[in-house]
Each structure stands twice: as structure tokens, then as C-alpha cells.
């Protein structure tokens, strides 16, 4: 384009893109990774024998929310791993804006309404971790993917910013 302003599609390629690459996407990326290897080793071990204690209501509530609990990290940890993908160059941003590769299951993953009280604090502990960690998710998902939509224009002072760098050089 002759006024130095990128497509839409473009824009957006390029935010996902600064993502991938960025510290924020590092250190959520570990946390993400952490969590998944927490809660496997938790519902594998000290769990497993909890939940051997607990109350038939008890004991459904605790098998519920465990399953919330990994397909809330089972998609974080997809998302996470294609933002990988586009900061390892083995996806192309625009791929990842697929509603596939989105963070998806919202209705599973969001936190329950049931009582949890009579759960191990060992499992209370992994869900409050795990719907921390997916909140934040979901609001990056929205704004790279949702708010930054390919008929929105990139931000006027971004815009002027990457004109005088391309102008000057960076």
C-alpha cells in the first residue's frame, strides 16, 4: 500500500506473531506446562488416594471437577503449543486464527457452580491455579483473535510508530 499501513490480516498476523515471541508468552507458556505436569502427578498420586476418603457426593464432585480440571488444562496447553508452533515458524500466524487452534470448551472449562468444600485442598488448589491460568488465556485468545478482527485497523499511534521506523530504520 503507498501510505505504509498494513492489511488488516496482516496486522493481526503480525500481533500474534510479537506474542509468540514475547516474555509474556514465556513465562505463561512454562506456568501452562508446570500446571499440566502438577496436576498429572497430583491426580496420579495423592488424588488418587484422597479421593479413596471422600463421600459418594463427595467422591462425584471430585471425579467432575478433576475432568473440568484437565480439559480446562488440555486446552490451554493446545493453545499454548500453537502459539508455539507460530514463534517456531512450523505454523503460519494465519493458521492459528482458525477456529480450531482457538481456545476452546468454555462452557466445560469455566469454573462449576457446584459446592466444592468437601474436595482435597490438594485439587482446590489445582483448580483455582488452573481457572486463573485459563482466564488469562481466554483474554489473550480474545484480544489476538476476537478484538483485533481483520476488517479493524492496527492502532493510529502504532500505525505513526511503525512509519518512523520504517522511515529511519529500527
Known amino acids: 500500500m503507498s501510505d505504509g499501513i498494513a492489511p488488516a490480516g496482516a496486522w493481526r498476523a503480525d500481533v500474534i506473531q510479537d506474542f509468540a515471541r514475547s516474555e509474556l508468552f514465556d513465562r505463561t507458556f512454562q506456568e501452562g506446562m508446570d500446571l499440566v505436569e502438577q496436576t498429572a502427578s497430583y491426580l496420579d498420586g495423592a488424588g488418587r488416594q484422597e479421593s479413596k476418603l471422600l463421600s ?24 499454548l503449543l500453537v502459539q508455539r508452533a507460530v514463534r517456531e515458524g512450523d505454523m503460519a500466524a494465519e493458521a492459528a486464527c482458525e477456529e480450531r487452534y482457538r481456545l476452546g470448551a468454555e462452557d466445560v472449562c469455566r469454573p462449576g457452580v457446584q459446592t466444592t468444600e468437601d474436595l482435597p485442598a490438594g485439587l482446590l488448589m489445582l483448580l483455582d491455579h488452573s481457572e486463573r491460568l485459563y482466564e488469562r488465556v481466554r483474554h489473550l485468545d480474545r484480544r489476538m483473535y476476537l478484538e483485533a478482527g481483520v476488517d479493524e485497523a492496527p492502532n493510529p499511534v502504532q500505525s505513526q510508530f511503525d512509519r518512523l521506523r520504517n522511515a529511519f530504520g529500527s
Do not use: D, F, K, P
Open 56 to 79: 459418594r457426593n463427595a467422591a462425584l464432585a471430585y471425579a467432575g471437577e478433576s475432568m473440568r480440571l484437565t480439559t480446562r488444562l488440555m486446552q490451554v496447553a493446545s493453545w
